[in-house]
């Protein structure tokens, strides 16, 4: 990255703009487009939340849901050791435009994961947004290299950051054109995603998905965090993250643009006394037990939600935001065992219903011929253990005391047979 923008090594991220002076010059020059969005969001985003009650749940499919963000530049063996052991079969990769000396290493470790479908997100850096002859020129090389190999493109991230490069959404349109032209012209097989915008700023990604642009997308890419609300069913301005997603997918429905594809591209909880490697200050920060109860959680609305297609969590290994924390070696958390056992049991789950009551929440799949319920309580409550239930933790140890803690963990219980019409276990 060229200055003013740094890339911060240990948080995975561009540091924050401190030329003040330049950031001012660059939303005045594009000022116009700053204008549109405002218009647009004023426009599409009430018309969404009327249209969101009609917007219909797609079938979801288990195994593709379940994706894992990975960096080929650290631990490569080690990660594919660790993803063997997760079982995942999806992958998130990013690949820095400033940095195309690496392309061939990275050809190298998307080889070696041939076996799994692969989300290339190509990061931007300024030089590339205000030159699209040098943006075109690399990203011919990186399709040639790599379109018969990787799933999806992931055309720019985090595009309502200043730091991340762009300054306005037109500037990220003009982006993404230039790849989908691109694909047009030689790569009419290989499948787009973009949009990228990060948090719960939906009026930039209503100027993505609603403008004069002569582009397409194959699906719409969101950063959809929650992690400065605390917990994943926290509200914000009167949203959960349900409800969140349920007007992301409207957005996606209505436009003209994209498939009806949405894919969380990153997503995560920055993890407390991991400083300087985590992404955020210490207050925003969770503890390692926190980060692994959020982190399935997330995972089982947006499941239920049966309106994203994939979630990728950031990242397999990474000291403040990671499964795996890399300072003095490799250290699993208990995430990671949280992850494994969460994709061993829905993988191949076929989604029922969710029962939200004071709190309470239940998940129901049907997994391998038998009804599988997850609980989990937003206020420690208690659950006796029936003759029917199998209970495993959040890691899968199996329970067999008499009466279940359902709390902020959640509790896996497979119901052997057939229930009692008595019983309500919700």
Not at 45 to 58: D, G, M, N, Q
Not at 99 to 118: A, G, H, P, T, W
Not at 203 to 225: E, P, Q, V
Request: proline share 3%; net charge neutral.
């Amino acid at each position: 990255m060229k200055a003013p923008f740094k890339w911060d090594n240990y948080s995975d991220q561009p540091e924050q703009l401190k030329d003040k002076n330049y950031k001012k010059a660059m939303r005045k020059k594009e000022s116009t487009s700053l204008v549109k969005t405002v218009l647009t969001a004023l426009i599409m985003l009430p018309l969404s939340l009327l249209a969101t009650p009609f917007v219909k749940r797609k079938e979801i499919n288990s195994t593709d849901f379940f994706s894992m963000g990975v960096d080929f530049e650290r631990e490569s063996e080690s990660t594919l050791s660790l993803l063997k052991e997760l079982g995942v079969k999806n992958i998130r990769i990013r690949f820095k435009l400033w940095e195309m000396e690496n392309l061939e290493r990275l050809k190298d470790f998307v080889l070696k994961n041939s076996d799994k479908k692969i989300t290339l997100t190509i990061l931007q850096d300024r030089e590339n947004i205000e030159n699209l002859q040098l943006l075109e020129k690399n990203l011919s090389l990186i399709f040639a290299s790599l379109h018969k190999n990787v799933t999806l493109f992931e055309i720019g991230s985090t595009i309502n950051r200043a730091k991340w490069g762009f300054f306005s959404v037109d500037e990220y349109n003009k982006f993404y054109k230039v790849a989908y032209d691109l694909k047009e012209s030689h790569y009419p097989d290989m499948q787009l995603i973009g949009s990228g915008v990060i948090d719960f700023e939906y009026h930039f990604t209503a100027h993505t998905l609603f403008n004069f642009y002569k582009y397409k997308y194959d699906g719409i890419a969101s950063l959809l965090y929650v992690d400065r609300r605390g917990a994943p069913e926290n509200i914000q301005f009167g949203f959960s993250l349900t409800d969140k997603i349920a007007l992301l997918s409207t957005m996606v429905w209505m436009s003209r643009k994209t498939k009806q594809k949405l894919y969380i591209t990153e997503t995560n909880w920055p993890i407390s006394n991991t400083a300087p490697y985590a992404p955020t200050s210490e207050y925003e920060c969770v503890s390692e037990e926190e980060y692994a109860n959020f982190m399935v959680r997330y995972y089982f609305l947006a499941f239920a939600s049966q309106q994203v297609d994939a979630v990728s969590w950031h990242q397999l290994i990474a000291t403040g935001y990671g499964l795996v924390d890399s300072r003095d070696g490799l250290k699993k958390r208990a995430a990671f065992e949280a992850y494994k056992y969460m994709f061993q049991n829905l993988q191949n789950a076929q989604f029922l219903r969710l029962d939200i009551k004071r709190g309470y929440y239940i998940l129901q799949c049907w997994v391998n011929e038998q009804l599988l319920q997850i609980h989990w309580a937003l206020t420690p409550t208690t659950l006796k253990n029936e003759d029917f239930f199998d209970a495993f933790s959040r890691e899968g140890e199996s329970i067999r005391q008499e009466i279940l803690d359902i709390g902020a963990s959640p509790t896996y219980i497979y119901i052997t047979k057939e229930v009692p019409k008595k019983v309500n276990c919700l």
